[in-house]
């Protein structure tokens, strides 16, 4: 039977209802985990692979396989055939990339979504899986390349299983042309591309970083060597692609790519920077707990793409993050009369020095492009300062080479943000190091402007005095000359107001959003000759009437005063910032030295009653996954459960970490927490008991150097040590209780929770205080002893 062809749908109309309704059931397809046991329902291959509980071995790869064609047949009508030495791709994982790339294109075009466009899939693979999944959701067509000749071969098959052949073209390309072959076929342009490279440079590169996962891989990987290691490996390979668009440009509308490490992230949103490339867009793609990579997309165009696909990380990470494209300032609930309303809006939003304002009537909407924030309180002040001071007008919102391609944001303050944030890892340390950039710029905004009123006063020129607190002694004089013997009391008054605000030397703005007006200003004391004064004992020069009192006294310090306010300079504040970076570099190396500490846990194993297990020699900065590896370990070693099972050995080879728990008394540890966490902050549990008594300061120097000695992550068993480890009996908790350590299977823990003691089990809450508990049973009486 021939395979039916699939043809994109050619009256626009139909394709806007179409891809309505396709997105709304695509958008949330995968928000929750899949369903295996209604899978297995529904497929009976797929039932073949899947366990008595419910649950999929991941590290079977037929399984693996079975479990992508099966979602691609349910949920997308696909078929696919996969060979076994060539990568499995996960289905979520590949949807969510194809996901963000349509809001990229919807939100960035003047077109309606939904409508034909043209993609290029680079290094499309065996399963050509990113032209499938795209074409089953828009009418795309697609260009799929690969230098490989087998999985060339199985994408065409493929292809032609779908019945694609008019709306995927697989090309075959050498390792030596180029990512984007335009002219080679004769394409003149265009939508988007796409690129999930390799992610690694080398062999020793991809066991290396397998080495420093915190857990071992949940899945097993089918993939060649070609589809995981390329030279320069996904920086090298997208880097490419960025060099080929500087000499395309407009030509392809969006470049996209996905990587696997966020430090890749980091150095190529930094070389798209330096190419002064700043319509771009970054965002992170999350399947679950498990597995997270993020995207990278950049265009010539002039069209920037809502901040859900290009500002879409929702961790702390912002060093990369592209400008902000889009501020709400207003939402009214209940406008009433709503010409009105709408009239006042385009009178207050148009007298604004925006660079284009535009409002709509029919539709009441109004799109306005601006260089900088024109309607802060801080940049009105600014003007109106200006104006007052009769100092040319400086154009507050400059008109930049392309007009199109304007942003909001200030460059100079995310600039220098960036550049003082590199390495740091906590979020406290961040808000702290950007509130001190913030100071400092608005320090040198205020020893500019007084900079600038001291060149004033040299060029005998009369002083923007509301740029300081001094007031205009000049005038007053002037004043007081010109009045006659009627007004004399009213002088006396203003004369006293002016001494009162002569002595303000320090003032502090109340106005937060004010940039230049919210620090202390400083008048200095300027020693010159000492002045003509009148009769008032005022100075003839207003700028030099600070220096002195009436009657030619000096102004000295204020002796009743407690405490006087130290000048904050830049050497101070240099020598400070070092004092702090001495002091975080050496807690980083006490913490990295108490972390490398190795202990020994006692344990043993439970189901229902106390197996003998033995001690495991972990480090103070393990997870406790490691020790539950270790442990299981020994299991296999010992043989446990050899009463019960047959071949017990091979029992334990086939249990897992997530098959295992650790309970430290009747606390319950997840897997994802380090013994340090529990040791630094003396954690008790129930019974006023702590979970983990060792000690937390670092050891003695030269006590055990073997304790803090670098490790060996990519040794072999049958590779000599390099190192004597200490007797694991002479290490700290050596002497422990074994029986206050239980490893439990977590199956049987899962049948057997409801009698006692794992009734009285619960996994650890470190907002809960255990020390006030009232323990209860499931029935809710109350416990009569402790333990």
């Known amino acids: 039977m021939a395979t039916q062809k699939r043809k994109a749908p050619a009256d626009e109309h139909c394709v806007d209802e179409a891809t309505t309704k396709k997105d709304e059931y695509y958008r949330y397809l995968y928000g929750s985990e899949p369903d295996f046991r209604a899978l297995a329902r529904k497929d009976p291959e797929f039932a073949h692979f899947l366990q008595k509980d419910g649950r999929l071995d991941f590290t079977d790869p037929a399984a693996i396989m079975q479990l992508t064609r099966t979602l691609l047949k349910q949920d997308f009508g696909l078929q696919i055939e996969l060979p076994d030495d060539r990568l499995c791709p996960p289905v979520p994982n590949r949807h969510n990339y194809i996901l963000w790339l349509k809001t990229l294109l919807d939100t960035s075009s003047y077109r309606e979504p939904g409508g034909k466009l043209c993609g290029l899939d680079i290094g499309t693979g065996a399963s050509c899986i990113y032209p499938l999944l795209g074409t089953a959701q828009r009418p795309w067509c697609f260009i799929a390349t690969d230098i490989d000749e087998k999985s060339l071969g199985c994408a065409r098959k493929n292809v032609g299983l779908n019945g694609l052949e008019e709306r995927i073209q697989v090309v075959e390309r050498k390792a030596t042309d180029t990512l984007i072959p335009l002219d080679d076929l004769g394409i003149q342009s265009i939508d988007f591309t796409m690129m999930n490279p390799p992610f690694y440079a080398s062999d020793q590169e991809m066991l290396a970083l397998a080495e420093k996962k915190d857990r071992p891989p949940h899945s097993t990987c089918t993939g060649a060597p070609v589809e995981m290691v390329c030279d320069g490996g996904e920086v090298a390979h997208v880097g490419r692609m960025l060099q080929e668009s500087l000499t395309l440009r407009n030509r392809v509308q969006w470049y996209t790519a996905m990587v696997g490490k966020a430090s890749s992230l980091e150095l190529l949103v930094e070389e798209l920077r330096k190419n002064g490339i700043d319509n771009y867009a970054v965002s992170e793609l999350v399947q679950g707990t498990k597995t997270r990579r993020w995207t990278l997309g950049w265009s010539f165009g002039p069209m920037r793409p809502v901040e859900a696909a290009a500002r879409g990380i929702k961790t702390d990470w912002i060093k990369g993050l592209p400008p902000i494209t889009r501020v709400n300032l207003l939402r009214l609930l209940d406008v009433g009369d709503i010409p009105s309303v709408t009239k006042r809006i385009n009178e207050v939003i148009g007298s604004l020095e925006l660079q284009s304002w535009v409002w709509e009537p029919q539709s009441l909407k109004g799109i306005g492009r601006a260089r900088e924030n024109v309607w802060g309180r801080a940049w009105r002040r600014r003007k109106q300062r200006e104006m007052a001071g009769g100092q040319n007008q400086v154009d507050a919102s400059p008109t930049p080479t392309n007009a199109d391609d304007c942003k909001l944001g200030f460059s100079t303050t995310q600039e220098r943000i960036s550049t003082n944030t590199v390495g740091l890892v906590a979020l406290d340390d961040f808000r702290k190091r950007r509130a001190e950039v913030l100071e400092q710029q608005e320090r040198e905004a205020r020893e500019a402007a007084l900079a600038a009123l001291s060149a004033a006063r040299t060029a005998n020129s009369t002083p923007d005095r509301s740029l300081t607190a001094t007031p205009n002694n000049a005038a007053a004089a002037a004043a007081n000359n010109a009045s006659s013997a009627d007004n004399s009391e009213a002088e006396k008054h203003k004369k006293k107001k002016v001494k009162r605000a002569a002595k303000a030397l ?282």
């Open 506 to 787: 320090v003032s502090f703005g109340g106005d937060e959003e004010d940039e230049e007006d919210s620090g202390p200003v400083v008048a200095k004391t300027i020693k010159r000759d000492a002045p003509k004064s009148d009769e008032n004992g005022l100075s003839s020069e207003g700028g030099d009437s600070d220096a002195k009192k009436p009657g030619g006294k000096k102004i000295t310090v204020n002796s009743s005063v407690g405490i006087v306010p130290r000048a904050l300079t830049k050497a101070a504040l240099r020598r400070e910032a070092a004092e702090r970076e001495a002091l975080r570099k050496e807690f980083l190396q006490l913490q990295a030295t108490v972390k490398a500490t190795e202990i020994a846990i006692p344990f043993v194993f439970y189901d229902g009653t106390n197996i003998p297990g033995g001690m495991v020699r972990v480090k103070k900065g393990d997870f406790v996954w490691v020790f539950l590896d270790k442990s299981r370990k020994v299991g296999a070693e010992l043989g446990v459960g050899g009463d019960k099972l047959a071949n017990a050995r091979r029992s334990w080879a086939r249990v897992g970490v997530d098959d295992l728990m650790l309970v430290r008394g009747s606390i319950i540890i997840p897997h994802h927490y380090e013994f340090y966490f529990f040791i630094i902050n003396k954690t008790v549990g129930p019974g006023n008991k702590r979970l983990f008594d060792y000690v937390a300061e670092a050891p003695l120097v030269g006590a055990s150097p073997e304790a803090t000695a670098p490790s060996e992550p990519l040794s072999t068993p049958g590779q000599p040590s390099s190192k004597v480890l200490p007797d694991i009996r002479s290490l700290e908790g050596a002497s422990d209780d074994p029986t206050f350590t239980k490893v439990v299977d977590r199956r049987w823990y899962q049948r057997n929770k409801h009698i006692y003691p794992a009734s009285v089990w619960q996994e650890f809450d470190p907002e809960k205080d255990y020390q006030s508990e009232i323990r209860r049973d499931p029935g809710g009486n109350a416990f009569f002893f402790s333990g």
